[in-house]
């Protein structure tokens, strides 16, 4: 029996692999390593965060975007963003050098059993584990409007699911939301000669500044500091502090979570949006059927009109319900938090003993941070420290080891 199952082998789930294997725990991993980020966005794209926000975690901080970017004889400059492209390879580079052997096997389901947890592979393998830390990422929380509900894949997509964007060369496509996932998709289309609009709720887009040089007089950094999710107070708590986010009371967590950082399009973008793409707003979608060669829309202020296809960057909801690998009973008996994500305590650890989360799934009890990698490095230490006092507790119906730190010898120990 292995002391932590890892589930998933994105920038959480490597970032925790890594944490749990300085720690001497036994350990297995399971994925398809940066999985969404090689399959699910489309070449051409970036990332809005800085490349210095986005570092995958390991305990000695090594393994760093800025360090794989010198092997590759490129630079990891402040306000220059990086291709996802090279973001993926960098989370490979990482997943050979900071841990363990990843299997690249998917957990089908998960199950608790007495003192731990069992997990069948997609080929039937059973595996044991004293504790799992899911980091599924954002694709088991893929949210599409209602109105495009029961329409075929053929007619509505969400934007995770596009690796390219090629199949819609000469096509007419719409595009729903205002954020970056969807500007950045339409202006990729536009690119490519697709006839492509923007349907968007608000009523303006939104757009995110140039970024303040990283340099500059202290009186500036003082009055706007820089931080993980962007210059100011309010982001610099949001991504620097994440512990003490999770003291607020939840109401104001919920009031934040729903409201902060908002759809915005990097700044980037804009110059290849505006002017290039049709960008219609305050429309919201009410009704859509297919009809011959593709799907006639109904929106709030626009007479209805035809399109062969529908991108839908709507976005994610991290709910318990959508943890469809965990067993119904396990996930049933999951305490949830106002917007019906799992609730969690300050270690990550879900209200069934040995059960941890991280990644978006948790956003509701640290904050912002847990919807990009920069969260990866606070999530990957603390959750590593509760998997540790958690096996030196015990689990219901399990033996409960000695305590102390995991070296080799307790390891095995710990192992049974």
């Known amino acids: 029996m292995y002391d932590l199952l890892v589930v998933g082998a994105g920038p959480y789930g490597l970032s925790i692999a890594s944490h749990a294997s300085a720690a001497g725990l036994s350990l297995r991993v399971f994925g398809r390593p940066m999985a969404s980020w090689r399959d699910n966005m489309p070449g051409g794209m970036f990332l809005k965060s800085e490349p210095w926000a986005s570092n995958l975690s ?3 901080a090594r393994w760093r975007l800025d360090v794989y970017c010198e092997t590759q004889s490129v630079t990891a400059r402040h306000g220059e963003p990086i291709p996802v492209e090279m973001f993926a390879e960098y989370g490979l580079w990482f997943a050979r050098n900071a841990v363990p052997e990843v299997d690249e096997r998917t957990v089908t389901r998960i199950a608790a059993r007495p003192g731990g947890f069992e997990a069948a592979t997609e080929d ?21 409007p209602a109105a495009f509900r029961g329409l075929s894949p053929d007619l509505v997509t969400h934007s995770s699911h596009h690796g390219d ?38 009523d303006r887009l939104c757009w995110n500044d140039v970024p303040p040089p990283w340099e500059r007089p202290w009186w500036q950094s003082a009055r706007s500091p820089h931080s993980g999710l962007g210059p100011g107070w309010r982001n610099w708590f949001y991504a620097e502090r994440p512990g003490l986010y999770r003291r607020l009371p939840e109401p104001t967590r919920a009031r934040i979570a729903a409201t902060a950082l908002g759809p915005a399009g990097a700044w980037w973008v804009r110059d290849r949006v505006e002017g290039s793409v049709e960008v219609r707003l305050d429309h919201e979608v009410t009704a859509a059927r297919a009809v011959p060669g593709g799907v006639r829309l109904e929106a709030t202020g626009a007479d209805s009109f035809e399109t062969e296809h529908v991108i839908a960057a709507t976005g994610f909801k991290a709910t318990r319900d959508r943890l469809g690998l965990l067993s119904g009973e396990l996930r049933g008996a999951l305490a949830t938090v106002a917007d019906g994500s799992p609730e969690v305590g300050r270690d990550f650890e879900s209200s069934h003993p040995g059960l941890f989360m991280a990644g978006l799934v948790t ?12 969260g990866a490095t606070f999530t990957a230490g603390n959750l590593v420290r509760g998997v540790r006092r958690r096996l030196c507790t015990g689990l219901p119906g399990g033996p409960i080891p000695a305590p102390g730190r995991y070296g080799t010898a307790q390891t095995e120990t710990i192992r049974g």
């Open 363 to 374: 956003a509701a009890g640290f904050g912002p941070a847990m919807r990009f990698v920069h």
């Open 58 to 60: 390991d305990p000695a």
């Open 124 to 144: 039937g393998e059973s595996v044991q584990a004293r504790t799992v830390a899911l980091a599924v990422g954002v694709m088991p929380f893929v949210e599409i």
């Open 165 to 202: 964007l090629d199949g819609f060369r000469g096509r007419d496509v719409t595009v729903i939301g205002g954020g970056q996932a969807a500007l950045e998709t339409a202006a990729l289309l536009a690119e490519q000669d697709t006839r492509v609009r923007v349907l968007a709720r608000a």
